[in-house]
């Protein structure tokens, strides 16, 4: 298992096609709410893919807001949950907020998530 930079447009809707697996077909969540403006590749944003055996199966995106780092939109298909990705999203999108020298940074998330969330060894940071 490893995490990715996603610097292509396809790697970024293999990214949007897991997040609408997971949060709005598994989780209802209106299409129109899950996709927003930060959607693309630029400097506001970095998005990472995390793969198992070779297989894009897990996403997250750090959004920048002036000298803030926001850890948004982690998700990790059904299947491969409970197997430590989440460990991983976490880490990729740290390195990423280490590398351009965010002062802060803020983790994004659903109150239903916080047991995954713990589980991930979030940085000391946060």
């Known amino acids: 298992m490893h995490a990715a930079r996603i610097t292509k ?12 697996e997971v949060f709005v077909k598994e989780q209802n969540v209106p299409l129109e709410d ?7 590749l630029d400097r506001i944003c970095e998005h990472i893919l995390v793969f198992y055996n070779d297989q894009a199966v897990g996403t997250g995106r750090v959004r920048f807001l002036e000298d803030v ?3 948004e939109r982690i998700c990790i298909l059904k299947p491969y949950r409970s197997l430590g990705l989440g460990k991983v999203i976490i880490k990729a999108l740290e390195e990423i907020v280490e590398r351009r020298g965010a002062i802060q940074v803020k983790l994004h998330g659903q109150t239903q998530a916080e047991g995954f969330l713990y589980k991930t060894g979030l940085p000391d940071f946060l």
């Open 34 to 40: 899950e996709f927003d403006q930060f959607d693309a």
């Open 9 to 20: 447009e396809e790697d970024l809707r293999k990214a949007f096609a897991i997040r609408e």
């Open 69 to 71: 780092g926001k850890l």
